[in-house]
């Protein structure tokens, strides 16, 4: 099992920076890790998925250039770094990991195993 918790949401002006953090337990450092989100009246999307390693990231495109994808597999933490916030990225981000390859999660469309609860970002105009 693996349990995740996400922290670091919060408002924020377009143009500005958040970091957030995602702390695991259990079974994490064999598993690729991912963020999500999911705004009001819209369906939940990729933003970006890490290896197991770390060595190789995915990105959608609308965040391609803005957002990093990291994790420190001896703190069992993955963290998203996002500068040049816009309003509409202004959504619920969700930590997720899962035992596939990053490659199933960000190319094939698999569905991620376990998920946290989520954090609020909120980016005003």
């Known amino acids: 099992q693996v349990q995740l918790v996400e922290s670091g949401g919060g408002l924020v002006q377009a143009g500005g920076s958040l970091r957030l953090s995602c702390v695991a337990s259990?079974?994490?450092?064999?598993?690729?890790m991912g963020w999500f989100r999911q705004a009001p009246g819209k369906e939940r999307e990729i933003v970006a998925i890490i290896s197991r390693s770390g060595a190789t990231t995915w990105y959608a495109d609308s965040v391609k250039g803005r957002f990093t994808i990291s994790r420190d597999n001896a703190k069992n933490t993955l963290s998203l770094q996002m500068n040049s916030l816009k309003p509409e990225d202004t959504a619920n981000y969700y930590c997720a990991s899962g035992a596939r390859s990053y490659a199933d999660y960000a190319l094939r469309g698999y569905g991620m195993d376990y998920w946290g609860k989520g954090t609020l970002v909120t980016v005003s105009s």
């Open positions: 259990g079974r994490t450092i064999s598993y690729a």
